[in-house]
């Protein structure tokens, strides 16, 4: 087992359970010193791709896995590691017990752009479904995003 931090659509439980389904949720919380932002409009999708940066003045809520060898390279792909518009990298999480080390996925793109109001949602309420506080939910829900007319 390894232990994976999720910040994005990843947050969720129960997505996770479909992506990964022998990686328990291990706990929640905290990238101190990073920032949750967008970048990668350029890649064809319908907005920016989530991913975070190193800001000393803040911090991003994650939910922790273990995630199985026999799940990482799904979510490899799932992600696009696979194919290098994501990498892995090491991050320290702030922990009710503790800190703990963990790797995760940074866009390997220039930040800037809008994420779609329906990725955002889905952000947002993947945040809720990991128990994220009420404060840290609602400022994704405001964040600027671009309608895709959807």
């Keep these: 087992m390894t232990t994976y931090a999720a910040y994005g659509t990843n947050l969720d439980p129960l997505r996770?359970?479909?992506?990964?389904?022998?990686?328990?949720l291990q706990t929640t919380g905290w990238l101190t010193g990073w920032r949750l932002t967008f970048g990668g409009e350029e890649h064809g999708w319908d907005g920016a791709l989530a991913t975070i940066v190193q800001d000393p003045?803040?911090?991003?809520?994650?939910?922790?896995?273990?995630v199985s060898p026999l799940d990482e390279p799904n979510l490899d792909?799932?992600?696009?590691?696979d194919s290098g518009l994501y990498r892995k990298t090491k991050v320290r999480v702030s922990t009710m017990v503790?800190?703990?080390?963990?790797?995760?996925?940074?866009?390997?793109?220039?930040?800037?752009?809008?994420?779609?109001?329906s990725y955002l949602g889905v952000i947002?309420?993947?945040?809720?479904?990991?128990?994220?506080?009420?404060?840290y939910v609602e400022a994704l829900r405001r964040r600027d995003c671009r309608s895709t007319g959807l």
């Design 57 to 66: 003045t803040t911090a991003v809520y994650v939910a922790v896995y273990d």
């Design 124 to 135: 947002a309420d993947a945040a809720e479904s990991a128990d994220a506080p009420a404060d």
């Design 77 to 81: 792909q799932w992600e696009s590691a």
């Design 98 to 117: 503790g800190e703990i080390v963990a790797w995760t996925y940074v866009l390997d793109a220039y930040e800037g752009g809008l994420p779609s109001a």
């Design 16 to 24: 996770m359970g479909e992506r990964c389904p022998h990686s328990p």
